[in-house]
């Protein structure tokens, strides 16, 4: 039998875990979390299941993210991995010892949600001479016709669509994306943090 511990209640807040379920809500937000790769199956199976539980529950957004914290063989590594990642010839005329502490880079989804993409590369908090990468990919609980096909289209109006007001019709929408989407995107979560692994080892 698994251990469970409810680690705060302190209405509207509750963070409760068992040995392989983390969930942390909020008046606003629900996170479930997993640190076992094979317990992803099982973790979409509990946010499906809460999701048409409290199918009048108003939401405008739904986030498949991956986070992973990895040690790097030496400091030359740790230090050649941030110049990969931020190069450094412009900052070096102009600040002395210039070194990557917090990146962020964010990208338009390809597929026919509204949302993004956002990669995020730390030092890691938990590792000595470790990394930290987090990919947020997030749905705007709404399709899109397209996505912007360049820089110059973010200077249009439609690609800057007013905030979604949180609605119990994004339910359907939400467990769509669950029920349907969920390999893919567990794939390519996975595959941007591993090549973010791989380069930190080249």
Do not use: C
Not at 138 to 160: A, N, T
């Amino acid at each position: 039998e698994e251990a469970s511990e409810i680690t705060v209640i302190i209405p509207p807040a509750a963070v409760f875990s068992t040995g392989w379920l983390s969930l942390d809500v909020t008046e606003d937000r629900l996170v479930l979390l997993t640190t076992h790769s094979y317990e992803y199956d099982r973790l979409r199976d509990v946010a499906t299941g809460i999701l048409s539980l409290l199918d009048k529950t108003p939401i405008s957004g739904l986030g498949i993210n991956h986070e992973a914290h990895w040690s790097v063989a030496s400091r030359f590594a740790y230090d050649r991995f941030g110049d990969a990642l931020v190069p450094k010839e412009y900052w070096a005329e102009r600040i002395s010892l210039p070194g990557t502490q917090d990146l962020t880079v964010r990208g338009v989804r390809t597929d026919a949600w509204a949302g993004h993409v956002a990669v995020t590369v730390q030092p890691s908090s938990r590792l000595e001479q470790g990394i930290y990468a987090r990919v947020n990919d997030h749905y705007m609980l709404k399709r899109v016709d397209r996505q912007p096909q360049s820089r110059d289209d973010f200077l249009r109006p439609e690609f800057h669509p007013a905030p979604i007001p949180p609605s119990e019709e994004a339910i359907p929408l939400a467990l769509e994306i669950l029920n349907e989407g969920w390999r893919d995107r567990l794939k390519f979560g996975s595959d941007l943090i591993w090549s973010l692994i791989k380069l930190s080892d080249s």
